[in-house]
């Protein structure tokens, strides 16, 4: 499993580089082979750019952008059991790092 971590919560153009040359170019040589496939991005900047999307293509991928601004309504995955748990383990980390002493109640 690859693990990337950067300062603000929006993919930048150096996150979405990397993930698209490891994460991404590993699973689909290892489970997809000759097989087309379709990406579902949001519409960020980083992700329109060419060193994210030629290599998808490049895969046989094709990129599909959401509406711009409008994740939560196209990946509601985003605010749903994902959100509460995306919650949960900043909660979490908050806990442990940043005040020991005091506990993370839900």
Partial sequence: MD???????????????KWVNRTLRQHVQE???D????LFADNLAAQKNTKF??????LGGQVMF???AKTEGWQ???TGHIGLL???IKCKIHSAFLL???PCIF
């Fill in 3 to 17: 693990v990337y971590a950067q300062k603000k919560a929006t993919a930048d153009s150096d996150f979405c580089h």
């Fill in 35 to 38: 097989k087309d496939f379709v």
């Fill in 66 to 68: 959401g509406p711009p």
């Fill in 100 to 102: 020991k002493s005091q």
């Fill in 86 to 88: 995306c919650v949960c």
């Fill in 31 to 33: 489970n997809l082979k």
């Fill in 76 to 78: 509601p995955i985003d």
């Fill in 53 to 58: 999307v030629r290599p998808i293509q490049a």
